[in-house]
T-cell receptor, first 112, second 115 residues
Framework: GESVGLHLPTLSVQEGDNSIINCAYS??????FIWYKQESGKGPQFIIDIRSNMDKRQGQRVTVLLNKTVKHLSLQIAATQPGDSAVYFCAENPNSGYALNFGKGTSLLVTP | EPEVTQTPSHQVTQMGQEVILRCVPI?????FYWYRQILGQKVEFLVSFYNNEISEKSEIFDDQFSVERPDGSNFTLKIRSTKLEDSAMYFC?????????????FGQGTRLTVV
C-alpha cells in the first residue's frame, strides 16, 4: 500500500554540524508534506511544511527539499544544537482528505 | 501561545474496561483529530472530526472507538472494552480551517496502559 518511510532510523551529529534527515514517499498524489519534531514524552511539534508545487522551502535554520521525480523529501538543519536532539517525522497529506500519513521517524542525537 | 491540551497525561485501565480520553483543541480551530503511537512506532491516524461529525477514519478506528464533542470546547475519544494492544500514546490534534495545507497542532498526548 501507499507508505511514507525514512531511510535511516538514527542519526548522530556533532554540535555545530549540519544535519540531513531523509524521507521517501510512495504516493505520487501527495500534495502537502510536513516535518515534525517529537521530543521525549511530548507530542509532535511542527517544524516546516512544503506543498508539491515547490521544491524548496526555508525556515529558521531549517530547509526542506522536495524531489517529486524520485518522491524524496529531506530536512536540513543548519548548525545543529543539543536542543535539536529528538525524533523527526515526515508526514504527507495524500490529497484524499485531511489526515496525515506519518513516516517511522529518525532519531537525531546531537553530541557536544 | 494557544495549545491543544489533553487529559489525563497517563491512564491505566484493566482489559475490558472503557476509557475516555479528553482533549481541548485550540479555540478557533475547526478540524479535530485523534492519532495514536504505539511505543517505538510511527504516529497513526485514527479519525478526523468536523462540524460535529466524523469526516475521515482509518481502519484502526473500528466499532470499539467513538468520538464526541460534548460541548463547545472538549473533544473526546472513547475506547470500549479495551485490549492490551490498545496500549499506546494517543494524540489529539486540531487545524484552523478547511484548507488542507495547514499544519496540525498536537497535544502532549495521553499514555494509555491496558493491563
Amino acid at each position: 500500500g501507499e507508505s511514507v518511510g525514512l531511510h535511516l532510523p538514527t542519526l548522530s551529529v556533532q554540535e555545530g554540524d549540519n544535519s540531513i534527515i531523509n524521507c521517501a514517499y510512495s504516493n505520487s498524489a501527495s500534495d502537502y508534506f510536513i516535518w515534525y519534531k517529537q521530543e521525549s514524552g511530548k507530542g509532535p511539534q511542527f517544524i516546516i511544511d512544503i506543498r508539491s508545487n515547490m521544491d524548496k522551502r526555508q525556515g529558521q535554520r531549517v530547509t526542506v527539499l522536495l524531489n517529486k521525480t524520485v518522491k524524496h523529501l529531506s530536512l536540513q538543519i543548519a548548525a545543529t544544537q543539543p536542543g535539536d536532539s529528538a525524533v523527526y517525522f515526515c508526514a504527507e497529506n495524500p490529497n484524499s482528505g485531511y489526515a496525515l500519513n506519518f513516516g517511522k521517524g529518525t532519531s537525531l542525537l546531537v553530541t557536544p | 501561545e494557544p495549545e491543544v491540551t489533553q487529559t489525563p497525561s497517563h491512564q491505566v485501565t484493566q482489559m475490558g474496561q472503557e476509557v475516555i480520553l479528553r482533549c481541548v483543541p485550540i479555540s478557533n480551530h475547526l478540524y479535530f483529530y485523534w492519532y495514536r503511537q504505539i511505543l517505538g512506532q510511527k504516529v497513526e491516524f485514527l479519525v478526523s472530526f468536523y462540524n460535529n461529525e466524523i469526516s475521515e477514519k482509518s481502519e484502526i478506528f473500528d466499532d470499539q472507538f467513538s468520538v464526541e464533542r460534548p460541548d463547545g470546547s472538549n473533544f473526546t475519544l472513547k475506547i470500549r472494552s479495551t485490549k492490551l494492544e490498545d496500549s499506546a500514546m494517543y494524540f489529539c490534534a486540531s487545524t484552523p480551517g478547511q484548507g488542507m495545507y495547514t499544519e496540525a497542532f498536537f497535544g502532549q498526548g495521553t499514555r494509555l496502559t491496558v493491563v
